[in-house]
Structures are given as structure tokens and as C-alpha cells.
């Protein structure tokens, strides 16, 4: 018997899959098998190398390589699902959910088919939906298809919130419920800064306005970018959940989450909190809401069945 690195492939090699292989070879997680269609396996070949070639300057040890064949992917331990087309100023994440199901169950019975032990992080979107329709075709249980979306969104929480208070990030403690969409909850109750909750050190009016520009934080970022969506902030997001995993750190972070029962919902992923360790998500966390709270994750929730309705 011997070590060996872990496998991790990333299908996808656009803006969130090729920034993510960067930063799952700087910390070191595994080798890196970055996938894309085959019109574009050279470009995907150009930058696993050009990552690659950064692992002297940084000091990272970890094979990348870019490929269009699934073959590739044999046996990867985990797989980060970035494939799809990204949304456009004007547009909502839920105008992609037809092109992007079509690539989803491509993408999944591929997986499916070659990574059959693997643990799967979606991002693509509508990411609530599209890790349903990986859950359904790939059958994998529960817990090893799982969706990024409230480490992103509490990260823009945080952000704010830190610029608010002129304090260090590190101290900020926020956390979002729900669905991928403006209809997200943060939770400002469940919020603290170096332990203080949020509500004792920020006005009212402007934690509403803290709360409002996250629900949107992925529109904001759109409408600058002018042609596409958020990149670096995403793809951090998902290497600390694949690290929460891979190192079995059993770390308490939000997850789009197989719901059965929990919160009172059946039969629907939903970004609840979780504990995520070595065997992906190992628990979910359910935590008491007021009336108000609860309303609006009911209205986060018919928003991503609505979705889901239009797949069905
Ligand atoms: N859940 C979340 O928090 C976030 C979700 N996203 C979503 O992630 C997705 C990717 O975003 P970007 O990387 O910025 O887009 P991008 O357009 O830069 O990259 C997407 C890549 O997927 C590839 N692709 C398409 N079909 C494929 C297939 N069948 N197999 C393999 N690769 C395929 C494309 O060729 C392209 O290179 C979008 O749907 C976007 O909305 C992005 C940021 C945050
Ligand atoms: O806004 C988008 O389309 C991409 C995304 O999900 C985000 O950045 O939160």
C-alpha cells in the first residue's frame, strides 16, 4: 500500500472552474483534472499548463491537466461541477436553468459513469436546481451531491459587514438561508462580529441595507463585469468546502442540502446549514425561526420549486 494525492476534477474550465483548479493546486488538495467540451481542449490543456507552471513560483506540488475526456476523470474522489453558460446584466440566474439542465445531466451521467465514489460540488446554476437535477441523475446519495451557495453569499455578508464596522473580516460571523436568488435570508440574528451580535454594533436601517445588497451581491458584480458573473469569490467559496471534505474537518458551513423534512420541506435541495466533513455532508443543522424568518425561507423555497417546475 501506498499514499496518494487525491483526484479532484473540475468540469467546467471557464472564469469559476479554472480559478478554482488554481486554488485547489495552492493548497495542494489533490491533483487536478480540469474538463471541458471538446472545441475548446486546447485552450483547457493551456491553462491546466499555465497553472501548472505556477507551482515552482508558489511552491505547490499537484499535477493539473486540461482534457475533454471523461476517461480523465476515473476514479476522481471528488468532482466540482462549474460547466454551464453564466448569466448576462439583465438576465436572472433562473433564464439559464434550460441550457444549463441539458449540460447538468450530460455533465452528471458522466460523473456518474467514471466517479462513481466521488463527492460532488455543484455551482452551476440556478445552482438550487441544477444540484437536484445531479442528485436525480447521478443517484449518488445524499450526501455526496451537494451545492455552493451560502459560503458565497455569507462571504458577501461578512464583506459588508467588515466595511460597515471597519473591522477584520476574520471577526465577522454572518449567515444566509435558502435558495440561490434575491429571495436568499440572511440571517442577521444568527449574526455576529467577535462574538457581539450584529444587531448590538449596526444600526437597523443599516443592516437592512447590509441585507439587501447581499440578496443582490451576484447581480452587483454582473452589472460591472458587463459580460459574465462573479469568478474569485466563487471559487474560493467552493475549495473551503472541498477542503472541509477532503481533510474531514467537519466544519459548520451553509450547503444546498437534500431536504427531507428538514425545516419542514420535502424533496428539494436548499442552502441549510451544515456539517461538512469527510463524508460530505454529515449533518444538517436545523435551528429555530421566528414567524418572519420562516416566511421568508417559505418564499426562498416556492422560488426555487418554481424553477424546478419548469424541469418537470
Ligand atoms: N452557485 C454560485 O454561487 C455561482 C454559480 N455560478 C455559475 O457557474 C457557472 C459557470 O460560471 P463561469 O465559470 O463564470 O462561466 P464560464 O462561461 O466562464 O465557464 C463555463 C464553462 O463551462 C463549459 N461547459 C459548457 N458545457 C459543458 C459540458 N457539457 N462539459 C464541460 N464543460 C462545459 C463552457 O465551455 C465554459 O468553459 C454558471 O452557470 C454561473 O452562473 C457562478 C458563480 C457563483
Ligand atoms: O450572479 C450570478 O449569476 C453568479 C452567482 O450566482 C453569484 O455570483 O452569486
Redo the contacts with the bound molecule.
Sequence with gaps: MSFKRRKIAV?????????TAFLLGQKELGDVVL???P??EN??KGKALDILEASPVQGFDANIIGT?NYEDIQDADMVII??????KPGMS?DD?VNT?AG?MK??SE?VAKYAPNSYII??????DA?TYVCYKTTGFPKNRVI???GV??TARFNTFVSQELNVSVEDVSGFVLGG?GDDMVPLVRYSYAGGIPLEKLIPQDRLNAIVERTRKG?GEIVALLGN????Y??AA?LVQMAEAILKDKKRILPS?AYLEGEYGYQDIYLGVPTVLGGDGIEKIIELELTAVEKSALDKSADSVRKVMAILS
Excluded: E, K
Design positions: 468540469i467546467g474550465a471557464g472564469f469559476t472552474g479554472a480559478t474538463v471541458d467540451i472545441n475548446l485552450p483547457t475533454s462549474t460547466a454551464g453558460i453564466a448569466r440566474r439559464l444549463n449540460i450530460a455533465v458522466n455543484v455551482l452551476s446554476n440556478p445552482v441544477m451545492g455552493q451557495s458565497l453569499d440561490h451576484g459574465g458573473s462573479a469568478y469569490a466563487p467559496s444546498i
